[in-house]
C-alpha cells in the first residue's frame, strides 16, 4: 500500500460508545495531523504529531484523544460524543524540517455519524 | 475517483506583486465546491476562498481571486498585492455536493519575499 490510509471510512455510533479511528502512512514522514470537516464550517486543524510531540488545538475537547504510537500510525480514541461531533475526519502527513512546509498528503477520511 | 493536483511545490513572489497557484482536478461529478486553503506557520487552515462549480462567475475575497476553468477541470488561486502575511502552505480542496468526499492538494508552499 502507498499513502495515506484510513479506516474505517464510514462509522456510526451512539453517543456512550467508544471507538477508535485509524490513520496509516506508508511515505515515510514524521509527521501527521488529524483535522475535522464539517458540513458547514471550513477545516480545522485538531492535533499534530512532530517527530514524535503533540501539539493540539486547546478548543478540541477531551472525548477525542490522539495516539501516536510510532511515525508511520496514528490514531484517534472517542468517548461519549455528541452530535455535533458529526463530521468527516481526515488525516495527513508530512515529512517536516526546520526550513520550509512540506506537501501533506492527506488520507480519503473517516465520515463519522453519532446518533 | 476524484484527484486534486497542486503541481507546485514551492512558489515566491515579490512582496505587492500577483502570484497564481495552479490546481486541477479530476471527478465524474456535475456539482460540487472548490477551496483554496491557507495554512500558516500555526498550522490551523484558514478558508481563502469557495467556489461553487454551478456558477460561472469566478469568485473574489479582496486580493484573493480564482480562475474556473470548468470544461478544463482547472482552479487556480490569484493573490494580488501579495503581502509578508500572505506566506503560508496553500492547500487546493474538492468536496461533492454530497458532502460525502472531500480531496486535497499535496499544497503549494508561498513564500512573499521583502
Known amino acids: 500500500e502507498t499513502g495515506v490510509t484510513q479506516t474505517p471510512r464510514h462509522l456510526v455510533m451512539g453517543m456512550t460508545n467508544k471507538k477508535s479511528l485509524k490513520c496509516e502512512q506508508h511515505?515515510?514522514?514524521?509527521?501527521m495531523y488529524w483535522y475535522k470537516q464539517s458540513a458547514k464550517k471550513p477545516l480545522e486543524l485538531m492535533f499534530v504529531y512532530n517527530l514524535k510531540e503533540q501539539t493540539e488545538n486547546n478548543s478540541v475537547p477531551s472525548r477525542f484523544s490522539p495516539e501516536c504510537p510510532n511515525s508511520s500510525h496514528l490514531f484517534l480514541h472517542l468517548h461519549t460524543l455528541q452530535p455535533e461531533d458529526s463530521a468527516l475526519y481526515l488525516c495527513?502527513?508530512?515529512?517536516?524540517?526546520?526550513?520550509?512546509?512540506?506537501?501533506?498528503?492527506f488520507g480519503d477520511g473517516t465520515r463519522l455519524s453519532i446518533l | 475517483a476524484q484527484t486534486v493536483t497542486q503541481s507546485q511545490p514551492e512558489m515566491s513572489v515579490q512582496e505587492a506583486e500577483t502570484v497564481t497557484l495552479s490546481c486541477t482536478y479530476d471527478t465524474s461529478e456535475n456539482n460540487y465546491y472548490l477551496f483554496w486553503y491557507k495554512q500558516p506557520p500555526s498550522r490551523q487552515m484558514i478558508l481563502v476562498i469557495r467556489?461553487?462549480?454551478?456558477?460561472?462567475q469566478n469568485a473574489t475575497e479582496n486580493r484573493f481571486s480564482v480562475n474556473f476553468q470548468k470544461a478544463a477541470k482547472s482552479f487556480s488561486l490569484k493573490i494580488s498585492d501579495s503581502q509578508l502575511g500572505d506566506t503560508a502552505m496553500y492547500f487546493c480542496a474538492f468536496m461533492a455536493n454530497t458532502g460525502n468526499q472531500f480531496y486535497f492538494g499535496t499544497g503549494t508552499s508561498l513564500t512573499v519575499i521583502p
Open positions: 467556489q461553487e462549480a454551478y456558477k460561472q
Open positions: 511515505l515515510g514522514h514524521n509527521a
Open positions: 495527513a502527513s508530512s515529512q517536516e524540517n526546520t526550513d520550509s512546509n512540506q506537501p501533506q498528503h
